[in-house]
């Protein structure tokens, strides 16, 4: 077929772009939707980050609602298979216990972007129900990094960070409860913002109150599209617990401008987790160069109990996940998981999480509450805290590191496991604050790895203006211009 643009000509082109052109009807959304489908089919084998294609959507870009006056009208988009639904489609969310799940109407986000113009077009993979740190479960699928074949992607917005990062479109949708744009974001090379609670809408399933700690989002390979998209999808839905702020100015002005001289704290030592010496190193080079753009940089840490922090976010997860599988195995009569079903950590978890008592809930509630505090104190006197997205390297794939439970007998002692490389993500959930994850450094696995900013609670605009003058520094060069071993102009 006769593909609307080269390779290197897509390449250049962010979800901005691609609507600009449609809108200067220089391409149609069908031809950048077949476009799409053509990149996925490339680069999908080798990675295996897409679960399906919707062919009828890729041949009628308006047959799902998509509004054609919406400000990225007609340019491709990715769903992440957890998370919002999308009427009469397939959410088999990574588990065959899902296999053959319709559902049986659109979510509040979902209907925000079809009327932001974005075509959804096909589904990305994730760990099963979104849980563990990467999609690997042989049964399914195993979704690898397009930087190297050998790596994990991590999670859970896996699919979505490969596509991205292998260039077969520019935005996808993505879901982070503790991480899960943020991490993918940094070991795959794109760009990552975790919003502040009071942005997206998680309706109608859930609410920024019941649901706590998951918020909705994207991956990109602009500050543009992140910024545009913030825009364009924002806004609570009728009957939400609590108030969803709106910016005093939109993101995509504000990011026009450099922000002023910002104190900017480095810090890699949360609790009892440190980052690698050469995590460290890549830490410091980025503070430099933050000094070099006029900010205030040096090492400074919050005055958080991060040990009492990171038990209550676990009684969170696990208890949260104790319900949302409950809410699952009753509608198909079933008291607990069929263990050919679903996978062994899952079940653990799940088994934990039943014995979770109201008065751990209350302690949990409570240490949310004093950590959310220190934080708001801690940006009393700093804008803005760095740290590296990840701890260690990023595991290869088929690695039992901060994967599976092992002969480990202890569902706790594994959470524990797992935050030795993840700690440095979930607290902004825990508070509600927003943290970005940009491509600026490199792992000594020659891996990406994510630098992320966090600020205070509805400062999401001060980082996307951070991150905007970055971008402006670097002349877009993130990852500094490197290509990923998987990629669509390379083959």
């Not at 042989?138 to 896996?158: E, F, I, K, M, Q």
């Not at 002969?407 to 825990?430: I, M």
Request: proline content about 6%.
């Amino acid at each position: 077929m006769t593909l609307a643009m080269s390779w290197d000509e897509w390449a250049r082109h962010d979800a901005t772009a691609l609507a600009d052109r449609v809108r200067r009807r220089e391409v149609t959304p069908t031809e950048l939707a077949a476009q799409a489908a053509v990149g996925i089919a490339k680069t999908n084998p080798a990675v295996s980050a897409v679960v399906e294609v919707f062919e009828d959507v890729v041949a009628d870009p308006l047959r799902d609602g998509m509004d054609p006056g919406g400000r990225f009208a007609g340019v491709p988009y990715l769903m992440k298979d957890l998370g919002p639904t999308l009427k009469g489609r397939l959410q088999e969310m990574g588990s065959l216990l899902m296999r053959g799940n319709r559902a049986a109407a659109d979510s509040y986000l979902t209907g925000r972007i079809r009327r932001a113009g974005l075509n959804i077009m096909g589904r990305t993979t994730t760990p099963e129900f979104g849980c563990c740190s990467s999609a690997e479960n042989p049964a399914v699928y195993v979704t690898r990094n397009p930087w190297d074949l050998d790596y994990t992607t991590c999670g859970s917005s896996a699919g979505s960070a490969a596509m991205v990062a292998a260039g077969a479109l520019p935005i996808a949708h993505a879901t982070d409860g503790g991480g899960s744009i943020r991490i993918p974001a940094g070991v795959n090379g794109v760009i990552g913002l975790k919003v502040s609670r009071g942005v997206f809408s998680i309706a109608p399933a859930a609410s920024d109150l019941t649901g706590l700690v998951s918020i909705q989002g994207c991956l990109t390979r602009s500050v543009r599209d992140t910024a545009a998209f913030v825009d364009a999808c924002r806004g609570g839905a009728p009957g939400e617990f609590m108030p969803y702020w709106m910016a005093p100015e939109p993101c995509t002005d504000l990011i026009q401008r450099d922000p002023g001289r910002l104190r900017i704290a480095l810090s890699h030592e949360w609790g009892d987790y440190r980052a690698t010496a050469e995590r460290v190193g890549e830490l410091e080079r980025v503070g430099r160069f933050l000094e070099g753009l006029g900010h205030h940089v040096e090492w400074a840490l919050p005055a958080v109990d991060f040990r009492a922090a990171f038990a209550a976010q676990t009684i969170c997860y696990i208890s949260n996940f104790a319900q949302t599988i409950a809410n699952l195995l009753a509608p198909r009569g079933l008291k607990r998981p069929p263990a050919d079903l679903v996978e062994p950590i899952n079940i653990r978890i799940w088994e934990a999480g039943l014995d979770t008592s109201y008065t751990e809930r209350a302690r949990m509630q409570a240490v949310f509450n004093t950590t959310s505090r220190a934080f708001g104190h801690f940006f009393e006197d700093w804008d803005i805290i760095l740290t590296p997205v990840t701890a260690l390297p990023t595991p290869r794939i088929g690695t039992t590191e901060y994967l599976t439970i092992s002969d480990n007998p202890s569902v706790l002692d594994w959470f524990g496991n797992l935050w030795r490389n993840f700690a440095y993500t979930p607290l902004a959930n825990l508070c509600g604050i927003p943290g970005i994850s940009l491509p600026l450094a490199m792992q000594e696995n020659g891996l990406p790895l994510g630098i992320q900013a966090q600020a205070r609670q509805a400062n999401d605009g001060l980082l996307l203006q951070l991150a905007a003058q970055i971008e402006r520094a670097i002349d877009g060069k993130w990852n500094a211009g490197r290509v990923p071993g998987v990629h669509v102009t390379a083959g």
